[in-house]
């Protein structure tokens, strides 16, 4: 069976402090990668999505960055949080382009607060 | 473009009674909808997907129909329950799966 695991789990970091959040998918070779970012109580807005090692495409600007250093590793960072940052970051995986199947896996979810 | 709309932000029942979240969306393709569900601090669901026009689908007691006359996919449900409270988005896939904004179920004792 596949797991996602995503960490940490919750971080509290000052505006203009760096940010990494980490994803790893086990069970699958080679899944289509996706990071969103809710805020909360809110949709889910698609940031990056990444369908083979070492290509991102970025979705939305918004001072984050995205790699895939591995197959099953999925990276969110910035060198400058800003407190608009704020907010749940998902990592999903699929085993098809997402649009077409909607078959998305969630991982946990990592809660960003920037104060 | 395309887009999903999501007219309740909002809806707070007694348990037992039916409830209907509506959906709408608009896209140039053939769609393919999807319900999710996210309970409070957890990661969202698939709970319902569809692409077949006029065909109920079903899942964990929650149903929907896909009616691309109207453009819609309203989810469901003849008697909730207070395990059913959570998020529920709707989602229409295009070269990204585009999510609504998400209607708050809140159901009461």
Redesign the interface.
């Known amino acids: 069976a596949q797991t996602i695991h995503q960490w940490p789990v919750a971080e509290i970091k000052a505006v203009g402090s760096p940010l990494s959040l980490g994803c790893t998918i086990k069970g699958k070779s080679s899944p289509n990668l996706y990071w969103y970012w809710q805020a909360t109580g809110g949709t889910l807005q698609q940031l990056f999505y990444s369908i083979t090692v070492g290509q991102v495409e970025s979705v939305v600007q918004l001072n984050l960055s995205a790699s895939r250093p591995k197959d099953d590793q999925f990276i969110l960072s910035t060198e400058k949080l800003l407190l608009s940052h704020s907010g749940f970051y998902l990592c999903a995986w699929s085993p098809d382009w997402g649009g077409n199947t909607g078959q998305l896996y969630f991982g946990e979810g990592s809660k960003l607060t920037v104060l | 473009g395309d887009s999903v709309t999501q007219t309740e932000g909002l809806v707070t029942l007694t348990k037992g009674l039916p409830v209907m979240l509506n959906c709408t969306y608009q896209t140039t393709y053939s769609p ?3 319900w ?1 569900v996210q309970h409070l601090n ?5 709970l319902l ?1 569809s692409s077949t026009d006029n065909k109920r689908t079903e899942h964990q007691g929650f149903y929907a129909t896909l009616h691309k006359s109207s453009s819609s996919f309203h989810l469901q449900k003849s008697s909730v329950q207070l395990s059913d409270s959570a ?1 529920y ?1 709707c ?1 229409l ?5 585009i ?4 209607t ?1 179920l809140t159901v009461m004792p």
């Open positions: 393919f909808l999807f999710y957890e990661a969202p669901k698939l997907k998020l988005f989602a896939g295009s070269w990204q799966l999510f609504g904004s998400g708050q």
